[in-house]
């Protein structure tokens, strides 16, 4: 509620500065204006509140088109934080902050975010919800189709209480505008399936054009982070899209971008957000060097400056996922067909494939989480005429249908960071660091066992556990090298690993803080200690970088490369960007590749 009336003053208060500006400056073409200001957060300011920004001074002019861009998602999103009216800037723009809007345009509802630093699945949750829903027979309530879900930006909506069976139709125009769109997003062919069963990738080009869609229009898109999690296929025509929107302003946008990520060509200005300033410039300002704001890009895979560890152990270690033949498919859709391969200890793989060639469902088979893991065995899905097909799916040396689902999540077996897990892990108060990174030992979502370092590996599960926790189980020790582990993860990827705020103090400060206070970057190096805290037999890290910064980016690369996981440890990355993956070629990295439902190495 509080930051809700703020962000009615501040915008309230750029109404009444237009109305009174517009008399003088009737013709403004600046879009976006801040001249010699310092951002503050909201509150009490006194002479020592530290402003998130200082001396910004930037003019975003009609014909230009503007990249922000940050090393980090934190900084950059604090800036367009300020956009949206959720900072103070001071002292306010005189004209208002955007001067191009005529005096009757509310900028609550004439800029409009879509962010992709993190997903809003599920956001704000403070209970776990069942991510893996989309795996199975879809709710009847979970079954808006991603057409429905777009007419519905355009003010066409069903009526739950209507009897008969009810046809939403657009105008002639609409529906020419909606068609042209939807096919260079590359959504035609998932218009009739439930938005709940679209790929990452698909997710994220939805949103885009639900906010292009929108009526009444929006007049400035604030893009963060588009390309994340995109394939190399599409990202060249989003972003030939975006700038058709652009020139023809249908709606002006602005683009967040990593320092890493390629500049598009059609950018001709950048703001460089970074160490509390924001250098503006020019495209080829930028490209030389001269806005430098400390960031760093990622060392190459093969880099010296982090060793890896790995040794190329090819075929030698203990499997641990061994398909033969695994299929998966949706009322006769196949999304997997036939995958061979078998992953075993020691191996460090890249899967890959465009979006939606069925990667998280190839990640859910293995977590055991979709309900097709289980019926992988011969002849399943043909009929008895048909010549049996030897297929099946083991985990650790074992059928998974054998394998009771919360033993093989337990993090002594599978350890995993996925945008899912990201989604759903719930953000409770109170919740601390501590908390969550110990749910990784039973790999469930709730601190459990009397010292809060989970149950300990008991009955069954114990016959699964590395060698290592066998020792200490039998030894009766296996508290303390519990305890030992989540200082050592906390150690390796807390604060002081990548610079951030707690660097000089403990990293005891930052084991007690509350979770959910933490900036989206910061819950991503914590969910990842979790993955890892328990050194699972397998560590699946999908898409795990996006709205890190880049010290964390680098102080997780270097950890991975280095102790982070063992030679008894196989570890499974999907990501679209070959140089966020921690091995290169030279260190033996094997690439698993997806294509039209089926699988290979490559
Ligand atoms: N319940 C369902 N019914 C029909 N199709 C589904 C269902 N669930 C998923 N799919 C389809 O399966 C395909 C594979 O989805 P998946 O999420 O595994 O892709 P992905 O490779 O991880 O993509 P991305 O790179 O975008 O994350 C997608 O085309 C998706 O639409």
Redesign the pocket.
């Known amino acids: 509620m509080l930051s809700l009336n703020r962000l009615r003053r501040g915008h309230e208060l750029h109404r009444i500065r237009r109305l009174t500006a517009t008399k003088f400056n009737s013709y403004s073409t600046s879009i976006i204006n801040i001249p010699k200001a310092n951002i503050y957060p909201f509150g009490a300011a006194t002479r020592k509140t530290q402003p998130v920004f200082t001396d910004v001074e930037w003019k975003v002019e009609k014909g230009e088109s503007w990249a922000i861009v940050g090393s980090g998602s934190g900084e950059k999103n604090l800036l367009f934080q300020t956009l949206l009216g959720h900072l103070r800037i001071s002292p306010y723009p005189f004209d208002g902050l955007f001067p191009f809007l005529a005096p009757h345009q509310d900028p609550t509802t004439a800029i409009s975010i879509v962010s992709f630093t993190h997903r809003p699945r599920g956001g704000g949750n403070t209970d776990f919800y069942d991510y893996s829903a ?5 709710h009847e309530e979970d079954k808006v189709t991603l057409r429905e879900s777009l007419y519905a930006s355009l003010g066409l909506v069903k009526d739950s209480f209507a009897e008969t069976k009810q046809e939403l139709k657009l105008s002639t125009d609409d529906q020419k505008t909606f068609d042209e769109l939807a096919e260079k997003m590359g959504l035609t ?2 218009m009739d ?2 938005i ?9 080009r939805a949103r885009i054009l639900k906010a292009v869609l929108r009526k009444p229009s929006i007049e400035l898109l604030l893009l963060d982070e588009p390309l994340t ?3 190399v296929q599409v990202r060249p025509k989003l972003l030939s899209l975006l700038h058709k929107l652009h020139q023809s302003e249908r709606p002006r946008v602005v683009l967040g971008l990593r320092s890493h990520d390629d500049i598009p060509e059609w950018i001709t200005n950048v703001a460089a957000v970074g160490n509390r300033r924001i250098r503006i410039g020019s495209r080829e300002d930028y490209l030389q060097g001269s806005l430098t704001t400390n960031a760093q890009t990622y060392a190459t895979s093969s880099s010296s400056a982090s060793e890896s560890t790995l040794e190329s152990q090819k075929n030698t270690g203990e499997l641990v996922v061994d398909m033969k033949n695994v299929r ?1 498919e ?2 006769g ?1 196949q ?2 067909k036939d995958i061979n391969w078998q992953i075993r200890q020691g191996e460090r793989w890249h899967l890959q ?12 088979m293995l977590m055991g989480d979709h309900p097709q893991s289980y019926t992988q065995s011969p002849n399943c899905y043909l009929s008895p005429q048909t010549p049996t097909i030897p297929r099946h799916l083991h985990l650790f040396s074992h059928p998974r249908r054998l394998i009771p689902t919360p033993h093989l999540q337990c993090g002594s077996l599978i350890g995993v960071l996925s ?1 899912e897990i990201f989604d759903a892990f719930p953000r409770r108060a109170n919740m601390k660091v501590w908390d969550v990174i110990s749910t990784g030992f039973d790999g469930g979502y709730v601190p459990r066992g009397t010292v809060g370092l989970g149950l300990g590996i008991r009955g069954e599960s114990k016959k699964y556990g590395p060698a290592e926790i066998r020792e200490f189980v039998e030894g009766g020790s296996e508290e303390k090298w519990r305890l030992e582990r989540m200082r050592h993860v906390l150690e390796s990827l807390g604060p002081r690993s990548w610079g951030g705020s707690e660097a000089q103090g403990d990293q005891e400060v930052f084991a007690k803080r509350n979770f959910v206070d933490l900036s989206v970057g910061e819950q991503r190096m914590v969910l990842l200690m979790r993955a890892l805290v328990a050194r699972p037999k397998l560590v699946l890290l ?2 795990v970088w996006s709205g890190m910064d880049e010290g964390m980016v680098e102080a997780a690369r270097r950890y991975l490369r280095g102790e982070g996981v063992g030679k008894d440890q196989a570890v499974v990355v ?1 990501t ?1 960007w070959e140089e966020e993956v921690p091995w290169g070629d030279a260190d033996g990295v094997r690439k698993f590749r ?1 294509d039209g439902g089926q699988g290979s190495e490559v």
Request: no cysteine.
């Open positions: 989309r795996y199975g027979a879809v062919p998932f399936l439930p709940i069963a679209l790929s990452n990738g698909q997710t994220r999690g995109l394939d998966v949706y009322s859709r999304v997997l494939g465009t979006n939606g060639s069925g990667k998280t469902t190839l990640l859910s945008p999908d898409e999907i679209h997806l």
